[in-house]
């Protein structure tokens, strides 16, 4: 019953994790200061100026993109940056680059947030109660072990190669990928918090488990998850390019920036643009996350943001 | 030439080791400049002992930290002058900065915990700071090292220098920290809160040790401190601080016996200390100890009752080995009495106290509440004793919830008993905080907006809200100032007497148990050494390590002989 309890609360907290379990003005003054020393760190705030950016673009992809990301101009193979009508020049089907990009961002950030919420939800729920009853926490734990023991890439590989490829599959695969270090992090907030004061107290006026992790601990656990979570976030980016590449991702002619580096490198010297265009946007968007994690970490680490 | 001579030998007779004059120290936050310390002055002669005496927030750790160019962050000296024998150091340069601390002002800091490197042997940091200085290097370095933590008082100093500062007690690190202050035999040895993480007993061996060792060398001592025991002991001149400013300073004697400031005289009414002893003497003096009937009359009532009590644990990655916390524990707690369990670390008392609150089960024996076993009892039974007795915990940062308002916080208790609804809840948390003298406005705040001590007023209006009749205060003012310590306990008495309420006070501090407590328990090595009425047990202890715990108390013998 207890153990029903929590996946709720952790789906309630993990769908909008910035609001915690209790609605929004649940955030304490705490994380008020974090969001204020957070926009006082540079590089926070070059981070989240990316991440708008990508955001805006992933969701306006439709809108900006000045043609559909699968129309062929077999008249305009390889144009060069700069041409007029394809200002990020064509690819060797003569497929609008920028178009691609667009789509292509907005195919990465599906992945990630699939498989970011697939961590959450399989991976936070696992960790409170591996942190709190011991027994179970022998078992969860060994299993963290086995899939940590896996290079994630080959786990990835070999779940994708199961079920085939789909950017489904690759999100799912991904997060599958990701839900061992989300139960570590999450097991550590709860092995800390469990000794709380607050926590005891509400063992003494008899909360139930279910009531102590959900919430105590997991509000006091968020900040640690939101974190873990802009760390996963350019993972599972860069591992669903790289499964796309590998053709066990999304599948031709879709649009991803992990098909368009793997279409590119065919003819790299004659239209160099067509690979470093998607690499570069690659790099921008996990730039963006690893920016704003840092300064999110700062800003929501009390010995760090009391400077 | 001559007469300049002769001025410098007039003055060097007289030449404070310290001298500080109109001392100002500001700290700048987001641009905006905080001045922390008002202009204060005050000098040390040489071999002289000063206490510098305040409330957290007083002024007095930055004081230490300002001379000895250690002030944190953004802090820096705006104003005054620090003259160390003659020579102005109120701004030293790096080179001159090296040579002071340690060399010739040596620190003896707080933690005994976090002030060693635990990575270093510690023979290597005693050794480390003489060759640093240039005192000692190599072979002569270790070997010095090891005579002076023969020095500052620890067995088998030899091998236990080759020892890592985990393997060394609470006491021992202290000592070792001792060594680390004096191994350049420094003019003046500043010691900031040195045993205030101790337990009272070691706290006194140490103080005693280190004053033979200043005595020996004359060094002149800056003691900083909350304690106002400590410093009657342990100073001849006393310095109060409030708020960054010095309200009254003086020989020992006058301040204490005759305090002129009004701040002074509430401090000096507020130690425990002063009170207990002032209360142990009168009943030496054959006053009827008036506890002592009515625990006789009342005894019947019996609301709380451990019988054979033990908690045994088993040792991690060792097979089969246990420790006892609690051997074999029995005592009664009479019905709206106040029961406290005093003991040092490690006594079990907080073991206890988990116990007898069901946290933890026991191995053997049972707690009764009002006859009935808590252990045994379930569903409905387990949770309606559960709600007679409530915890309020120690640190008053850590028994909040950082996440929650305090309205939140308050009515926690009654959301998980699904007690009334939203608005008979909010009028009780209203309700609950005006007993605990709250003002109604904070129920929106956070923890974190809140002071120690109305921190601690939310965790009593909490522990409150189930009704409770039981309240287990485990070193519940134990982290509190002195004033605000003095307001909880008032408090704590006062909601004794308004509500019937029965206090098992688990602490260290006998001081605080004269104060508060009708029976006492004194604890050791987990088992019950002594138990009696307060009176009774502080006239007439009658074993010798409760007669060590209560004239370890800070002060007891100064303020006694003032009682007289």
């Given amino acids: 019953m207890a153990i029903q309890v929590v996946p ?40 989240a100026g990316l991440l708008l950016v990508v955001v805006l673009v992933a969701l306006l992809a439709p809108l900006i993109a000045p043609y559909p990301p ?75 072990d086995l899939l940590l023991a896996f290079p994630f890439l080959i786990l990835a590989v070999g779940l994708a190669a199961v079920r085939g490829p789909s950017l489904t599959n690759a999100a799912l695969a991904l997060g599958i990928a990701q839900v061992p270090t989300m139960i570590r992090v999450v097991r550590a907030e709860t092995l800390r918090w469990r ?92 730039l963006g996350f690893n920016f704003f994690g840092d300064a999110l970490r700062d800003a929501l680490d009390p010995t760090t943001s009391s400077r | 030439m001559s007469a300049r001579a002769e001025a410098t030998g007039s003055t060097q007779a007289v030449t404070p080791v310290l001298e500080v004059r109109d001392l100002e120290v500001a700290y700048t936050t987001e641009g905006h400049e905080r001045t922390v310390l008002h202009g204060i002055s005050f000098s040390i002669a040489p071999g002289e002992r000063l206490a510098v005496v305040g409330e957290s927030g ?135 809160e040195p045993t205030s993480a101790l337990d009272v007993t070691v706290q006194r061996q140490i103080l005693d040790h280190l004053e033979t060792l200043r005595a020996a060398r004359s060094t002149s001592l800056m003691l900083i401190t909350h304690d106002l025991g400590l410093a009657a002991d342990r100073a001849d001149t006393v310095v109060v601080m409030s708020a960054g400013e010095i309200v009254e300073a003086g020989p020992t004697e006058q301040i204490l016996r005759r305090p002129q400031h009004p701040y002074t005289q509430r401090l000096v009414e507020a130690a425990p200390s002063v009170s207990s002893a002032r209360a142990r003497v009168s009943v030496r003096q054959g006053e009827a100890p008036a506890g002592v009937q009515a625990s006789g009359e009342r005894a019947s009532d019996t609301l709380l009752e451990a019988v054979g009590l033990t908690k045994r644990y088993r040792l991690r990655g060792q097979r089969g080995q246990e420790v006892v916390a609690v051997d074999d524990v029995s005592f009664r707690v009479g019905r709206g009495r106040t029961t406290a369990v005093v003991g040092e670390s490690g006594s079990g008392k907080t073991t206890l106290s988990q116990l007898v609150l069901g946290l933890v089960a026991p191995t053997a024996g049972e707690v009764r509440i009002e006859g009935e076993v808590v252990e045994t009892a379930r569903g409905a039974r387990r949770r309606a004793i559960r709600r007679a007795m409530q915890p309020v915990f120690q640190d008053p940062y850590a028994s909040l919830d950082p996440t929650y308002s305090i309205e939140h916080i308050v009515d926690e208790p009654l959301r998980v008993a699904r007690i009334g609804d939203r608005a008979s809840r909010r009028r009780r948390v209203a309700e609950l905080l005006d007993q605990v003298a709250l003002p109604g406005s904070l129920a929106q705040r956070r923890p974190n907006e809140l002071s120690g001590g109305q921190r601690q007023r939310v965790a009593i209006a909490r522990a409150l809200a189930l009704e409770p009749r039981l309240v287990v205060c485990d070193e519940a003012v134990s982290a509190l100032d002195v004033l605000v310590q003095e307001q909880t306990l008032d408090l704590l008495a006062d909601l004794q007497d308004r509500l019937g309420l029965t206090y098992l006070f688990i602490t260290h501090d006998l001081a605080v148990v004269r104060q508060l407590a009708d029976d006492v328990l004194v604890m050791q090595g987990g088992t019950v050494v002594e138990e009696g009425a307060v009176e009774q047990v502080y006239a007439e202890p009658r074993t010798a390590y409760t007669r060590d715990l209560l004239d370890a108390i800070p002060g007891a013998e100064f303020f006694a002989e003032q009682a007289r």
């Fill in chain 1, 8 to 47: 709720a609360e952790a789906l309630g907290a993990s769908s909008t994790p910035g609001e915690g379990a209790g609605g929004g003005d649940d955030l304490g003054s705490g994380r008020g200061r974090a969001l204020r020393s957070l926009l006082r760190n540079p590089l926070g705030l070059v981070g």
């Fill in chain 1, 195 to 286: 000794g709380a004061d607050f926590v005891t107290s509400a063992r003494a006026m008899d909360a139930g488990s279910g009531w102590i992790l959900g919430r105590h601990i997991l509000p006091n656990a968020a900040s640690a998850v939101i974190v873990q979570a802009t760390v996963i976030m350019p993972v599972a980016i860069i591992g669903e390019a790289t499964l796309s590449f590998l053709g066990l991702g999304i599948r031709p002619p879709a649009p991803s920036l992990g098909i368009m580096l793997s279409d590119a490198q065919q003819y790299i010297f004659r239209a160099p643009a067509a690979a470093v265009i998607p690499g570069v946007t690659i790099a921008v968007i996990c």
């Fill in chain 2, 58 to 192: 007083s002024g007095k750790s930055t004081t230490a930290a300002a001379l000895l160019g250690l002030l944190p962050g953004s802090g820096r000296v705006t104003g005054g002058s620090i003259t160390f024998k003659g020579e102005d150091i109120t701004r030293p340069g790096r080179e001159r900065l090296l040579r002071l601390r340690g060399r010739e002002v040596g620190l003896v800091p707080q933690d005994p915990m976090s002030n060693l490197n635990p990575v270093l042997r510690v023979g290597r940091q005693i050794s480390e700071t003489l060759a640093a200085h240039g005192v000692a290097t190599g072979k002569a370095a270790t070997q010095r090292a090891v005579e002076l933590m023969e020095e500052a008082g620890i067995p088998d100093a030899a091998r236990r220098a080759r020892q890592y500062p985990h393997e060394f007690s609470g006491g021992m690190r202290q000592r070792v920290l001792i060594a680390i202050g004096l191994a350049c035999a420094p003019e003046l040895l500043v010691a900031d």
């Fill in chain 1, 70 to 144: 699968t129309q062929v101009h077999f008249d305009t193979p390889f144009q060069r940056l700069g041409t007029k009508g394809f200002w990020l020049g064509t690819d060797d089907l003569g497929r609008d680059l920028m178009s691609r990009v667009f789509y292509g961002t907005r195919a990465s950030l599906e992945v990630g947030v699939l498989s970011v919420a697939l961590a959450v939800v399989v991976g936070v729920p696992l960790g409170l109660v591996s942190g709190w009853w011991r027994l179970l926490d022998t078992f969860v734990s060994r299993l963290t």
